[in-house]
């Protein structure tokens, strides 16, 4: 079965900009169209932020680029617009999103000859740009999960027939620390080897997250020439996770009072205030979510939480002993999917415009660090979708 090629994370990435790049200049021929595959948003920002920069002028953005879904929309809509010159700019871009759709239920016969017959003879003026980001590729492709490898398959058997193929792999730790460093160096600063290390891990080599907050760290040691690991400690882990460790530490023991003003001090602290509800709830369910893994696999010190946490679900190593113990104060599964839901509930509720954001994670809090009524556990499924959570 054939898959993802072996290599750093970025690679795939960086092979793409340069045949954006080249085809930009007039050096190379561009492909009639490329397929995104995986759901590294980093990376795809990377991906996306080339494409615009190459062949979408700022102030014509509004006639040459579209961002079209197949959920709402037809893949022959998309193609009749890749194949209809633009009068009011000289070439298009196509973002699709949505790909999955063509590989639900059906064969979807009369979709696929559309898509050949547009690629035999595709508008040279136009671009498209498939985005399946419906698969996962870890940064080890070897650790493909098998419905991962024949979704990759089928995308090569198909539209990887016409289109280029990019892999946007999730990042390896030492990619992400590499990454930081050049980052770093580009806007003259140092980032030593060991904050490197130590930032990539306490994120758990998440690059969104990672990108993040080593911006942060450039304007706090802008002058000083170097970032230190004090600096991380102080940026990253004494502001943001400890803090949120504190507060689930709080909830496992039903300490309601504790966990309020706990929950107040991070909205205090944040930058975004109430708009940073979505993140702190994408916190807690990731910690959730790794507190029943220690729960389902027995974990009981720190050094066996590395084998239980695959690469990008780890924590800061400050955390492990915290995690186990507040794990462990769980009796069973199903308090911790009833945790999950009432996360998901408040992500669905704030993700549609509460009037109060403040009062909506109150009262996620209050639910969670109080004890459960045995009704509440009757009806919590024996599975739960990690899918469905924020996060």
Known sequence: MSGPRLGGSFAAVNRFVAEIDAAAAGSSRL????????????????????????????????????????????????????????????????????????????????EFAALERYFRSPNPQALLLFIADFLRIPADARRMELDDKNRYERLTETLGEYCGMVELARMGEEDAMRWAVATAQDAGLRLEPDAARELVDALGADMML????????????????????????????????????????????????????????????????????????????????????????????????????WQGFRIPPFAADDLIRQARRYKS?????????????????????????????????????????PSALAWAPAQLSFESLPG
């Open 210 to 309: 990672v990108s993040s907050e080593l911006e942060k760290l450039l304007l706090y040691a802008d002058g000083r020439g170097k970032i230190t690991l004090g600096d991380v400690e102080t940026m990253v882990l004494g502001a943001k996770q400890r803090s949120l460790y504190e507060l689930t530490d709080a909830i496992s023991a039903r300490d309601r009072v504790r966990a309020l003003a706990l929950l107040h001090g991070l909205l205090a602290s944040s930058d975004a205030g109430e708009d940073s509800a979505i993140g702190h709830l994408y916190m807690l369910a990731r910690t959730f979510r790794q507190m029943l893994v220690v729960l389902e696999k027995n974990v009981r010190d720190s050094r066996a939480i590395w084998q239980a946490l």
């Open 333 to 373: 599964r199903r308090e911790l999917t009833r945790a999950l839901r009432l996360v998901a509930r408040a992500d669905l509720e704030l993700r549609s415009s509460p009037p109060d954001k403040r009062l909506v994670l109150e009262r996620l809090i209050y639910e969670l660090a109080s004890e459960p009524k």
């Open 31 to 110: 492909k009639p169209g490329y397929v995104l595959a995986g759901d590294e948003i980093f990376l795809l920002d990377r991906c996306r932020a080339a494409v615009l920069k190459a062949f979408v002028p700022p102030d014509c953005q509004d006639f040459c680029l579209s961002d079209l879904d197949l959920a709402s929309t037809s893949i022959f809509a998309v193609l009749d617009r890749a194949q209809t010159p633009s009068l009011m700019a000289p070439f298009q871009v196509i973002f699709v999103r949505g790909v999955r759709q063509l590989y639900t239920r059906g064969q979807k016969k009369e």
